[in-house]
């Protein structure tokens, strides 16, 4: 999911359309917003895109200087519109709403002792739990979230809001990115820094591990619910697949780092080859590395159709596979008679792969060599992504060699994760392991896993 908030801005209601609209690779869902004037909320979720969601009309309507947005992708089933965000709710005299990416692990934990104790929830998103925290607690609002947050576990950028204030958090090892800049006096905060570009806002920094920002009429105040400093670990898969090419993460542009694991695959895993293609778009980066590297062309071997939805988002297989035809096509001219180097960001079920491979093979390509740009994706992710359970990670059974052929390719090769480290070079390089959660590819989860019913997902 995608997450975008203003602090005291006359156009939160524009900014926020413009920014979640670049947001957009991050859930086509749905999305919301809820803008406040100071003393009423106006809010106004919708499924689809941004840009089918807030009409001219609707935007009109939707006055203040405080805002949160939110852009989501589910994981499986509870893709309807109670669940999407912001969700918002009543709080003592005045209203509260809330907006997170990312996954709570003890959610339905949390969940099942607050029913016990006379809460209703009003969805099935562990996001509202957040809320019902907050709500039950004595304690004024900040201490209220700060409880919270201590005792919520997963992967999260939180936005909260009520009438007058905003509230801005990120987990205690900052799994899920979260940036912050201004536009003017007005503070905004964005899933990346892409969004900040968009609206000429100045980028000023990456929200920490376990810190939260509180936002009222006295201006910024910097904060933390966790003394503890934990390991950083921000997902890797926001390196490898998930960001925007053009925003910086930790002080790291995707594209670069992209490019700089198509050259260490090339390094780490040559193949002589006629042309380097990758799969647009998460892969271009990476190829023109690989290319770059070892001197062989780069070319446009595939097409992706623009107005064909990212296929992983789409919840069913049937439909994932009819997206991946409707989505791709060879560029024959370009690889008929030739041996392909096809570069990918990451094999989850192999779905793609393979139908990728048989595509250029169907294209005339003689010899097709895959080479990806992170270590086989092993493990489920509890932090937010979507992934499959673990028995349909094809990397979770099956060795590379089974794979291979499993996806008819000529060869296959992963990056290392060492590889994967060094390419990215943010400014965590010194830090253990880079400053990353690499856990679906080796299991090392930063947080607890154990509660009961605990579920890989995204909020
Ligand atoms: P597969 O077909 O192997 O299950 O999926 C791998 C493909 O899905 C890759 O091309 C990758 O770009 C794409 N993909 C889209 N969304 C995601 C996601 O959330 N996680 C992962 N790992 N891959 C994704
Ligand atoms: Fe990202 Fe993988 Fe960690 Fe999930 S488990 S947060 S996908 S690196
Ligand atoms: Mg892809």
Do not use: W
Request: glycine share 8%; net charge negative.
């Amino acid at each position: 999911c995608g997450v975008f908030g203003v602090y005291r801005h006359p156009d939160a209601a524009s900014l926020s359309y413009y920014g979640l609209h670049a947001l957009q690779h991050r859930g086509e869902e749905s999305a919301g917003m809820c803008v406040s004037d100071g003393s009423e909320f106006h809010y106004h979720r919708g499924m689809g895109l941004v840009k089918e969601v807030f009409t001219k009309d609707l935007m009109a309507s939707l006055s203040g200087d405080i805002s949160i947005g939110h852009v989501r992708y589910s994981t499986s089933g509870d893709s309807k519109l109670t669940n999407a965000q912001p969700l918002v709710f009543k709080y003592r005299d005045g209203d509260l709403a809330v907006a997170t990416n990312g996954n709570i692990v003890n959610a339905p934990e949390i969940r099942k002792e607050l029913e016990q104790s006379g809460s209703i929830f009003q969805t099935t998103s562990d996001t509202e739990v957040i809320a019902h925290l907050i709500a039950r607690s004595p304690k004024d609002l900040v201490e209220a979230a700060k409880d919270a947050f201590r005792r919520i576990v997963g992967g999260y950028a939180f936005l909260i809001m009520t009438n007058d204030r905003l509230i801005v958090a990120s987990d205690a090892h900052g799994l899920r990115p979260l940036t912050m800049g201004k536009l003017g006096d007005a503070y905004i905060f964005a899933s990346e820094t892409c969004a900040l570009e968009t609206i000429g806002a100045e980028l000023i920094r990456d929200i920490e591990p376990g810190e939260m920002l509180v936002l009222d009429s006295e201006g910024l105040h910097e904060d933390r619910f966790e003394e503890k400093k934990h390991r950083k670990a921000l997902c890797a898969m926001e390196y490898i697949y998930f960001a925007r090419p053009d925003s910086d993460m930790n002080g790291a542009n995707q594209h670069s780092a992209r490019k700089r694991m198509g050259s260490r695959l090339a390094i780490e895993s040559f193949v002589d080859a006629d042309v380097v293609t990758g799969v647009p778009d998460s892969s271009i980066s990476a190829a023109i590395g690989y290319a770059e590297q070892t001197g062989i062309p780069y070319e446009l071997g595939m097409i992706k159709n623009k107005y064909t939805g990212r296929t992983f988002i789409q919840p069913s297989q049937e439909l994932r596979e009819q997206g991946v035809k409707m989505k791709l096509s060879a560029v024959r001219r370009v690889v008929e008679g030739k041996r392909v180097v096809m570069i990918d960001d990451s094999i989850v079920r192999g779905t793609t792969s393979r139908r990728i491979v048989n595509m250029l093979r169907d294209a005339g390509a003689t010899e097709v060599h895959v080479r990806i740009t992170s270590p086989p994706f092993k493990n489920p992710c509890f932090y937010g992504i979507d992934t499959p359970n673990r028995d349909e990670l094809i990397a979770s059974s099956k060795s590379i060699e089974e794979i291979c052929r499993e996806i008819n390719a000529d060869s296959l090769s992963f990056l290392s994760p060492e590889g994967l480290i060094s390419s990215i070079e943010g400014n965590h390089q010194d830090a253990y392991k880079g400053g990353l959660c690499l856990a679906c590819f080796d299991n090392d989860y930063p947080t607890t896993l154990d509660f009961k019913d605990a579920k890989a997902g995204c909020g």
